[in-house]
DNA sequence: GCCAACGTTGGC
DNA sequence: GCCAACGTTGGC
């Protein structure tokens, strides 16, 4: 199984929005790294800290699951939405994507600048500097080490 | 294929 | 709101 750090803005959706709704198709990504990720990295069970960005402070708020097979993103193909790309088609899909399923919201928030301090997390992707990727990888023992700090 | 211009992300 | 970092676009 594979570990993962997947962002997203609380404003735009929560980690009590997943919770909600148990489970949501994670369409929007337009990049093409956080793409392939979905589309041949991720298998189904793998889990993902679910981080909020552009948030006050922004942290990693709680756990979600991969939930079945990739699929194309529906919103590529809608021309009303935000997500439309004209270059993209049902024959050819450009944008691929799995759901979420919610597992967990940690007891504590665990915001960016604790991450940044713990030396057990050094090299943890998301704390680089200049990553803006919206879905990375994430090693065992620092997946471990954020959950820790979240329950404790 | 280069690279300048532009757009976006996201912390601060 | 600012701006650094990065990705994408498009002219040549």
């Not at 489970?23 to 392939?36: C, D, H, K, T």
Request: with cysteine; glycine share 6%.
């Amino acid at each position: 199984m594979r570990h993962w750090l997947i962002k997203s803005e609380p404003d735009v959706f929560s980690i009590d929005d997943l919770a909600k709704v148990k489970q949501e198709p994670w369409s929007g990504v337009r990049n093409y790294q956080a793409r392939n990720f979905m589309w041949k990295d991720m298998q189904p069970g793998d889990l993902a800290l679910f981080y909020h960005s552009n948030a006050v402070p922004p942290g990693v708020a709680g756990v979600a699951r991969v939930v079945g097979e990739p699929y194309p993103d529906p919103t590529q193909f809608q021309e009303k939405s935000e997500y439309f790309d004209p270059k993209a088609s049902e024959d050819k899909p450009r944008w691929w994507l799995v759901d979420f399923e919610f597992v967990e919201r940690f007891p504590r928030y665990v915001p960016l600048a604790e991450l940044k301090e713990d030396a057990a997390l050094e090299g943890m992707l998301v704390l680089q500097k200049g990553t803006r990727l919206s879905i990375t990888p994430v090693e065992p023992k620092h997946f471990k080490r954020v959950c820790k700090l979240g329950r404790k």
